[in-house]
């Protein structure tokens, strides 16, 4: 599997320095990277549903593992996903050149809002994230103009929860590898930045599988020791966002216990908040506290359930 996964970098002349990562398939994808789309490659993404477009469906394989890990624009129907990312290319665009923070991520990222503007006033910042994006969605995103352009200082990466859905095919150490593969892309495209990687967030209930997948896809992210990066923190925020029994912290959450309420988005800036100091002011990142070695919660198993349709919109963040 390890050799399967092997990424090298490959660097290529565009406008600015970059590089491209080789991911472990070829899709039939028109263009691979670059921005803007031809004419080609935004009929292929807006046209045909995710489904469709991914690894192995061009020669009618099933090759779930592979999901996470290969680049894939996401789809909401038309060109409604597409025109999410056009407006962050702008805003990107609009802010080319140096800066704080750049926040890469889904919507628990995205509806920072307000929030980031009371905890972090003073930091110049592109938030980029999208609701319902998986790692594969945020490949997409970084390797077709996502990115390009500006300079961060410190990157905020929390990716994963999306992927949650498809756990029961693509396994979870897909999942883990599809968060390596975003910050491996990103490290390639800025090796100077320090990045913060945030696990995902518990979510549901202990007795949910969704639940049991969020903590088993964090301790097999532990298994790719991604802090053997020096200029990298991995951010664990379970313990900040449950109980002593694992049950969510319910003031924390939104009605959905996905989504983070303003007391949540407090907690995470809390947490977020020295490391970014550190970083930027280049100085020694303090020691984060240790996690609980609490026992896993056993669950029953999950209704069976077709995996073969992307999640609603409503159900994803």
């Known amino acids: 599997m390890n050799r399967f996964f092997r990424v090298t970098a490959l660097f290529v002349l565009m406008p600015m320095v970059a590089s491209a990562i080789d991911y472990p398939y070829l899709t039939a994808e028109p263009q691979k990277s670059g921005w803007p789309l031809t004419a080609e490659e935004r009929a292929y993404v807006v046209d045909k549903p995710e489904h469709d477009r991914r690894p192995g469906r061009e020669a009618n394989k099933h090759l779930p593992h592979l999901w996470p890990v290969v680049p894939s624009a996401g789809h909401f129907g038309g060109d409604s996903w597409l025109k999410l990312h056009e407006a962050h290319v702008n805003t990107v665009q ?33 938030n980029i994230g999208i609701g319902g994006d998986k790692t594969q969605n945020v490949l997409w995103r970084l390797d077709h103009g996502g990115v390009e352009g500006i300079q961060p200082r410190a990157i905020v990466l929390m990716i994963g929860n999306n992927n949650m859905f498809f756990t029961p095919e693509t396994g979870i150490e897909a999942a883990a590898r599809g968060i390596e593969m975003c910050v491996k892309n990103l490290r390639e495209k800025f090796p100077q930045a320090k990045i913060v990687v945030a696990k995902i967030l518990p979510a549901h209930a202990p007795e949910n599988r969704f639940y049991q997948d969020v903590k088993a896809t964090n301790e097999a992210l532990d298994e790719l020791k991604l802090n053997t990066d020096p200029q990298l923190q991995v951010l664990d925020l379970t313990q900040d966002f449950v109980n002593d029994d694992g049950t969510l912290k319910k003031d924390l959450y939104t009605s959905d216990n996905i989504h983070l309420s303003a007391a949540g988005y407090s907690i995470y800036a809390s947490r977020l908040k020295p490391l970014l100091e550190a970083m930027l002011a280049g100085k020694p990142v303090p020691a984060l506290p240790m996690k609980n070695a609490s026992k896993r919660v056993e669950t029953p198993a999950p209704k069976a359930e077709s995996r073969s349709i992307e999640p609603k919109a409503a159900a994803s963040i």
């Open 94 to 126: 609009a802010n080319a050149g140096p800066l704080d923070v750049l926040l890469v991520g889904d919507s628990i990222t995205i509806q920072w809002g307000d929030s980031w503007k009371k905890h972090f006033p003073d930091l110049r910042a592109v």
